[in-house]
């Protein structure tokens, strides 16, 4: 069974709007990472968060994590044509560190 | 060249037969990752190691097995390939270390026929 879920499955918006992904996971955990794939190629990892963290910032990008809910979201704000892809959500869980476990991902397209 | 290379990149292959995907890497990382993609699945680990006497099963082992050769080189294989392991296979490594990213290779596509 997969650890995380991501909602929607599919985002499509308008340059300049915000992008609002959300992740929710089964067992407790120790980090969650957030990952952009462009289509067909490798993941790049975008931003991780710990588990003992409510909120982190990297450029235009902002992730919260609510350990009570088990649920994460990624914002992107002013969205760009070139942020279109898919997003995933992957979690080390606390009784089995490295053993990374994806979500389905976020098709997100951004519309000129 | 890239951190983490696979090869091949692309194969099309018959049900029945025995497939190797490779995976090298320059970063000197200690943990490599085999994942499978497909489409509206997301990634699913098949297996992960610590280093060559340390492979342990993901959540789809089965019809899948690995040799972790070295520290940089970690491979994949299907013993007899079936049509629904048509997916594309991304490996990737991660450092010691926590927590650290994950970085990717860029996929090994995978036809069974």
């Known amino acids: 069974s997969q650890q995380g879920e991501e909602d929607p499955q599919a985002l499509s918006i308008q340059e300049g709007e915000n992008a609002t992904m959300n992740c929710s996971y089964k067992t407790s955990i120790n980090n969650l990472q957030w990952y952009r794939q462009n289509s067909g190629r490798g993941l790049v990892h975008l931003i991780l968060?710990?588990?003992?963290?409510r909120e982190k910032h990297s450029g235009r990008l902002r992730v919260t994590l609510d350990t009570s809910k088990k649920s994460s979201s990624l914002l992107i704000t002013a969205s760009r044509a070139a942020d279109t892809a898919s997003y995933f959500c992957a979690t080390d869980r606390e009784t089995s560190y490295d053993k990374v476990i994806f979500g389905p991902g976020t098709s997100l397209s951004v519309i000129p | 060249d890239a951190d983490v290379t696979q090869t091949p990149r692309n194969r099309i292959t018959k049900t029945g037969k025995r497939i190797m995907l490779e995976c090298s890497q320059t970063?000197?990382?200690?943990?490599m990752y085999w994942y499978r993609q497909d489409p509206g699945l997301g990634l699913r680990l098949i297996y992960y190691s610590f280093d060559v006497k340390d492979i342990n099963k993901g959540e789809i082992s089965d019809g899948y097995s690995v040799s972790r050769q070295a520290q940089a080189k970690f491979s994949l294989s299907l013993e007899s390939a079936i049509p629904n392991q048509t997916a594309l296979y991304f490996c990737?490594?991660?450092?010691?270390?926590?927590?650290?990213?994950?970085?990717f290779g860029e996929g090994s596509r995978l036809t069974v026929l």
């Open positions: 990737a490594t991660r450092g010691q270390g926590s927590p650290g990213e994950l970085f």
């Open positions: 970063k000197g990382h200690d943990r």
């Open positions: 968060i710990r588990s003992n963290e």
